[in-house]
């Protein structure tokens, strides 16, 4: 992100209405869930981070979960305003009494009442996300591996079972990091990929442009919806509601692989850190899964705990840990590169060749806050009085009890060092991430 300069927060209660800035109305949601009209800021200024904090920076950057998401705009009495989306659990969040914010121009909830409890949940138990605001993709034609072996950093061509799943960066030609995906196996022709909401529009002119030369067919599934469920818990309060067969199917599966099982894709994946799966499923069968769930009793969980899971879980978040002005050898993610076979030419890859030759300049760590305070994304990082990085994401760790972020710093830095908290430096321990994994506290604290 964007450093932004500085701009006043609004007074008052700035979710119950618009303000204006230097540059015209903040658009949010009040607490009906809908939503006061205004000119949606697109340059730097304030955005309200998942913590209910107002940070600084470039609002299409501000983002706490895996998915952002710029909604179409139109002209209303000549002014430019946003036409907010809504899932199919929309009404489903709004009777259960969920906090809902624009959230990248879609109407998500922010939590359901305590975002502590909902955190707590999720590592001890079960709950649910409604995710459905992720794009589903679905590649058709004989040379679908030959485009997404051109397409992705990661190599597809190690899926051979349908189902198996494979966690990827797409780049672009210099290396830098278009969006983080999972594709998935289905048979030598098909495979689908979800890609990030903020990036759904990019993500699929850059797919369909490429997909011409090899005569492959893309769909945008928007007929689809998605729900993860995550805890300790949640295998075996999904299987609950499957028949036998699809049951022990589904009980079977390894992590990262996916099974079709009736109307639902059931893949063991997620962005918790915790147990569980992610379920794509029809539109029109959202709901009553959904209450399915809830009947067993499984959570329903916001986008606020979402954030502080996968922070403490140590997975990247598009927006804030990687975009496209960084590759990811600077953010924790060479594991996602295949660079054999050598004879594999994917985007990006002479870029990253010659900086793997050179030695990444930066990396991406973990910090552990000694003392209280709190870190957030886009603080500055010292050593020795001396300026090393910057954090890109950060917030309170309800597992670990205290502080934590994920931060950019110079490759030669070790040990400990400051964050500049406001205008104090707090001290911080360089740790490397996961912090917390499957409940357990990974990280010293």
């Excluded at 706490?64 to 710029?70: A, E, I, K, T």
């Excluded at 990827?168 to 022709?189: F, K, Q, T």
């Excluded at 850059?206 to 007929?223: C, K, P, Q, S, Y």
Aim: glycine share 8%; with cysteine.
């Amino acid at each position: 992100m964007l450093a932004a300069p500085k701009a006043q927060v609004p007074p008052g209660n700035a979710q119950a209405k618009g303000w204006r800035s230097r540059s015209g109305l903040w658009r949010v949601a009040n607490r009906s869930g809908s939503h006061t009209e205004g000119v949606r800021r697109r340059t730097a200024g304030p955005a309200l981070d998942l913590s209910g904090q107002w940070t600084e920076g470039r609002q299409e950057q501000q983002c706490s979960c895996r998915l952002f998401c710029l909604s179409p705009r139109v002209v209303v009495k000549d002014r430019e305003t946003d036409l907010a989306r809504r899932t199919p659990l929309y009404a489903s969040h709004l009777a259960a009494g969920a906090r809902m914010i624009d959230f990248g121009g879609w109407e998500m909830p922010l939590n359901y009442g305590s975002q502590l409890d909902e955190h707590h949940a999720v590592r001890r138990a079960a709950g649910v996300f409604d995710v459905s605001h992720m794009a589903v993709v679905d590649l058709e034609g004989e040379r679908s591996q030959e485009l997404l072996g051109r397409l992705l950093a990661n190599d597809v061509a190690k899926l051979t079972t349908p189902g198996r799943a494979l966690y990827s960066c797409m780049l672009n030609e210099h290396g830098m990091v278009l969006d983080d995906l999972i594709a998935y196996y289905i048979d030598d022709r098909n495979y689908r990929l979800v890609v990030n909401a903020g990036r759904r529009d990019a993500d699929l002119a850059w797919i369909r442009g490429h997909a011409l030369a090899f005569d492959v067919a893309v769909h945008e599934r928007n007929d689809l919806a998605m729900l993860a469920v995550q805890g300790p818990l949640a295998r075996d309060k999904v299987a609950r509601l499957l028949s036998s067969a699809d049951r022990a199917t589904v009980l079977a599966l390894e992590p990262f692989h996916a099974a079709s099982c009736a109307r639902e894709f059931i893949a063991r994946t997620g962005y918790t850190g915790e147990d569980g799966f992610e379920v794509i499923l029809p539109a029109d069968l959202a709901v009553r899964r959904w209450q399915d769930l809830r009947d067993v009793e499984v959570a329903p969980i916001g986008l606020g705990a979402r954030d502080t899971l996968r922070l403490e879980a140590g997975m990247n978040l598009y927006g804030n840990d990687m975009d496209e002005s960084t590759h990811p050898l600077e953010s924790a993610l060479a594991w996602t590169c295949a660079f054999e076979p050598a004879t594999r030419d994917f985007l990006g890859r002479a870029a990253l060749e010659a900086i793997r030759r050179r030695g990444s300049e930066r990396k991406l760590v973990g910090l552990v806050l000694e003392g209280r305070g709190v870190l957030r994304a886009h603080q500055d990082v010292l050593q020795g009085g001396t300026t090393v990085g910057a954090t890109t994401s950060g917030g309170f760790a309800p597992t670990l009890g205290r502080s934590i972020a994920l931060a950019r710093i110079a490759r030669a830095i070790e040990g400990e060092v400051d964050v500049q908290v406001r205008d104090k430096p707090l001290r911080a321990r360089i740790v490397k991430p996961p912090f917390v994994r499957h409940g357990k506290v990974l990280v010293a604290v």
